[in-house]
């Protein structure tokens, strides 16, 4: 099954794939280096605006004197920031260092991966300056102008390039399941983008037909990007830490079909109830159902393949933070299935209980596994290591406990407000108080959050400006190692 | 290649499957809509938007409104939209066609906007819940949006006709006065025209939708 299977004891080979990995990452260094770094930077500006936002929320006279700074401002900022400033600048690097390390090619253009790094923030410098000065073109994940788009765009056509490249010069021989979750992302993304932007903000369709192309836009937003760069690094980085293959290759084949085709099926459950033809909405609530297949089978083998293991996780940053996203990933898809049923639907529609699940996506899954996959790469990239395992140890909890708590508060009072809204009695300004201290122990719960990304980007900071060369030690959360297993 | 060349070819034709289904096939079927005479009146409906009402939409736009309200009636058997009066009927697709950008929303932050041109055609109203949602709704958690008013010195011989008339605690007191900007205008007149299900409509005549949903 495994080509360097023969070659694991000869010490010639083992010294020959060294010295190809270390070529690689060091062909990935500026290119990687600049997505990771700039990501960090988003997320930190997403995190302050996600705050003033929930602030808002409940003392609505904050900052409301600036229109710039108006809720309806900053809560579209916050999104995008964190989408494609964040999750998509961090996943572009990550994505490109694993195929990079699959294909066992080093990245051959890396001064235009550069430009495209460069681009792609403006692109968000662009974007968000538009939003926060009133340009927003108010269409849910697609809020950045017309002329943000084309920033986007160009940077992602020389992303895909370099990766079309990376497929082409790989030896032959087995192509590893990331690697086709990543190269499919990479194709998948830019064509939601085009088609969505296109047709919803340059050219937009009659208004009655936006609303299905934007939610098929939104939900793969998460589902055909994010979730395969996540899984796809998951995948990689599971079996890597722990030194053992995963538990099923047939599973992980299967789990791949069956996502790329239900998934890409599921945004219309945002439109239950709505004017739309029935078959729409119902299209999609089986295809969410479905989802259980791909959820189901990618559980069996991230799941499995850590059974025996689970105690590697007190010492790998990489692997708890990547374990706790996988496990996120298995319960945010199972709740996505389950909101998709109509009668519970009816409940959970239009209230902050969606915001929830969508963050339990975004962050508990998606931003968890980035921040594990960032953990893994850049001591790789540099040739050093991460300098404080006091400021992991700060940015693993906070963000773990941070979101658990912002999840449960946010649940909670979204049923409330669901239940609520359906009696026709409940006055709507009772239903608005009856989230107020829901609302605020959201605000607690996001500046918990926010100070696991401030230690994260000390952390990240450090790491760049101090000189120290690698110990060869891995900056694990404890010192004792329990035995000589490769961990990283 | 050869291998990765079929991966290509089968992950493009499933993300294609979703794009004939979920974008294609709305734009046909959603995306040709025309005006109809209103029965009653034998007025074109939906009604378009005026040139003010197209800039007060924009403002709307700008401003995010569309994060807290939606603009949508779901039926009865579903929802209290209809008990709440926030349409006598659900809305149907072809009220949005003049819209020009659907505003439909996910989230009911604040009440459903789909008619509130005719719930409530106040403009005072609307001026005063705009400059502090809390002068007419204590304890909304709506932001007030002072920036879309004018504070000017009050000129005692020649007060604005159109001065706001702000309650004890609220405004920059007795000396000035608060007038709606231009934007401000259009943003209400564009709420006043807001009565996406105030009509019968062929697809969804009032009476059959309520008794539907009995």
């Known amino acids: 099954m495994n080509p360097e299977k023969d070659q694991q004891h000869d010490p010639?080979?083992?010294?020959?794939?060294?010295?190809?990995?270390?070529?690689?990452?060091?062909?990935?260094?500026?290119?990687?280096?600049?997505?990771?770094?700039?990501?960090?930077?988003?997320?930190?500006?997403?995190?302050?605006?996600?705050?003033?936002?929930?602030?808002?929320?409940?003392?609505?006279?904050?900052?409301?004197?600036?229109?710039?700074?108006?809720?309806?401002?900053?809560?579209?900022?916050?999104?995008?920031?964190?989408?494609?400033?964040?999750?998509?600048?961090?996943?572009?690097?990550?994505?490109?260092?694993?195929?990079?390390?699959?294909?066992?090619?080093?990245?051959?253009?890396?001064?235009?991966?550069?430009?495209?790094?460069?681009?792609?923030?403006?692109?968000n410098a662009v974007g968000t300056w538009g939003i926060l000065r009133g340009d927003s073109?108010?269409?849910?994940?697609?809020?950045?102008?017309?002329?943000a788009a084309p920033f986007l765009l160009v940077s992602f056509a020389f992303v895909m390039l370099e990766s079309v490249g990376l497929i082409r010069r790989r030896p032959p021989g087995h192509i590893y399941i990331s690697q086709w979750y990543i190269m499919a992302a990479f194709f998948w993304f830019p064509s939601l983008y085009f088609t969505a932007h296109g047709l919803l903000v340059l050219a937009p369709v009659q208004a009655p037909a936006q609303p299905p192309i934007n939610w098929w836009f939104a939900h793969n937003a998460l589902g055909l990007w994010f979730t395969p760069i996540g899984l796809g690094a998951a995948y990689y980085l599971i079996p890597k830490i722990i030194g053992r293959p995963i538990h099923s290759y047939y599973l992980s084949v299967i789990g791949f079909w069956s996502l790329a085709f239900f998934y890409a099926w599921n945004g219309m459950h945002h439109l239950i109830g709505g004017p739309f033809p029935a078959w729409l909405i119902t299209?999609?609530?089986?295809?969410?159902?479905?989802?259980?297949?791909?959820?189901?089978?990618?559980?069996?083998?991230?799941?499995?393949?850590?059974?025996?293991?689970?105690?590697?996780?007190?010492?790998?940053?990489?692997?708890?933070?990547?374990?706790?996203?996988?496990m996120c990933y298995t319960l945010a898809s199972f709740q996505g299935s389950t909101m998709a049923i109509r009668s519970l639907?009816?409940?959970?529609?239009?209230t902050h209980y969606t915001i929830a699940h969508a963050h339990l996506g975004a962050y508990g899954f998606a931003t968890m596994v980035f921040f594990g996959s960032i953990y893994y790469i850049m001591p790789r990239l540099?040739?050093?290591?991460?300098?404080?395992?006091?400021?992991?140890?700060?940015?693993?909890?906070?963000?773990?406990?941070?979101?658990?708590?912002?999840?449960?508060?946010?649940?909670?009072?979204?049923?409330?407000?669901?239940?609520?809204?359906?009696?026709?009695?409940?006055?709507?300004?009772?239903?608005?108080?009856?989230?107020?201290?829901?609302?605020?122990?959201?605000?607690?719960?996001?500046?918990?959050?926010?100070?696991?990304?401030?230690?994260?980007?000390?952390?990240?900071?450090?790491?760049?400006?101090?000189?120290?060369?690698?110990?060869?030690?891995?900056?694990?959360?404890?010192?004792?190692?329990?035995?000589?297993?490769?961990?990283? | 290649m050869s291998k990765f060349r079929y991966i290509f070819i089968g992950f493009m034709l499933t993300f294609l499957s979703s794009w004939v289904g979920l974008v294609l096939m709305p734009v046909w079927g959603l995306g040709n809509f025309e005006q109809t005479p209103d029965p009653a009146t034998g007025e074109m409906i939906p009604p378009k938007l005026s040139s003010l009402e197209k800039e007060g939409r924009d403002v709307y736009i700008a401003n995010g409104c569309v994060y807290c309200h939606s603009q949508q009636v779901h039926p009865a058997r579903v929802r209290t939209d209809i008990a709440r009066g926030w349409g006598v009927r659900r809305t149907?697709?072809?009220?949005?066609?003049?819209?020009?950008?659907?505003?439909?929303?996910?989230?009911?932050?604040?009440?459903?906007?789909?008619?509130?041109?005719?719930?409530?055609?106040?403009?005072?109203?609307?001026?005063?819940?705009?400059?502090?949602?809390?002068?007419?709704?204590?304890?909304?958690?709506?932001?007030?949006?002072?920036?879309?008013?004018?504070?000017k010195k009050k000129d005692p011989e020649n007060p604005a006709k159109d001065a706001l008339n702000l309650p004890e605690g609220f405004g920059p007191g007795a000396d000035y006065e608060v007038t709606p900007s231009h934007e401000m205008r259009a943003l209400v007149a564009y709420l006043q025209s807001l009565k996406l299900s105030a009509y019968e409509i062929p697809e969804a005549p009032a009476a059959r939708i309520e008794s539907l949903a009995e």
Request: charged share 15%; hydrophobic share 45%.
């Open chain 1, 12 to 123: 010639e080979a083992i010294e020959k794939s060294r010295q190809q990995r270390l070529e690689i990452d060091l062909a990935a260094r500026w290119p990687v280096g600049i997505f990771i770094g700039s990501s960090i930077f988003w997320l930190l500006l997403g995190s302050a605006l996600a705050i003033a936002a929930s602030i808002k929320l409940h003392d609505p006279a904050f900052l409301a004197e600036n229109p710039w700074l108006t809720f309806g401002r900053v809560r579209p900022a916050h999104l995008n920031i964190v989408a494609y400033g964040w999750l998509s600048t961090a996943g572009i690097g990550i994505g490109l260092w694993i195929l990079s390390r699959l294909c066992r090619a080093p990245i051959r253009d890396n001064r235009s991966l550069t430009l495209a790094a460069a681009l792609w923030n403006m692109g």
């Open chain 1, 137 to 147: 073109t108010a269409v849910e994940w697609l809020e950045y102008p017309t002329y």
């Open chain 1, 283 to 326: 299209a999609s609530v089986v295809a969410s159902i479905m989802m259980f297949i791909p959820v189901i089978t990618v559980a069996i083998n991230h799941h499995f393949t850590m059974v025996g293991h689970f105690k590697k996780t007190i010492y790998s940053p990489t692997l708890r933070f990547v374990v706790f996203g996988a």
């Open chain 1, 345 to 350: 639907n009816g409940i959970t529609h239009f």
């Open chain 1, 382 to 488: 540099l040739e050093r290591e991460w300098p404080s395992r006091f400021l992991i140890r700060i940015h693993f909890w906070s963000c773990a406990i941070g979101f658990i708590a912002y999840f449960i508060f946010l649940s909670w009072g979204g049923i409330l407000q669901g239940i609520e809204m359906n009696q026709k009695e409940t006055p709507f300004l009772e239903i608005v108080a009856l989230t107020m201290p829901y609302l605020k122990l959201r605000t607690v719960a996001g500046s918990l959050m926010t100070l696991g990304h401030l230690a994260f980007a000390v952390s990240f900071c450090w790491m760049i400006i101090s000189h120290r060369a690698s110990t060869g030690e891995p900056t694990l959360f404890s010192k004792r190692i329990p035995n000589p297993d490769p961990i990283s």
């Open chain 2, 92 to 151: 149907v697709a072809r009220d949005y066609m003049n819209q020009e950008v659907a505003q439909m929303g996910t989230m009911r932050t604040g009440p459903d906007l789909s008619n509130i041109g005719v719930r409530n055609p106040s403009e005072t109203w609307h001026y005063l819940h705009l400059y502090n949602p809390q002068i007419t709704s204590k304890g909304s958690n709506m932001p007030p949006f002072t920036f879309l008013f004018e504070t």
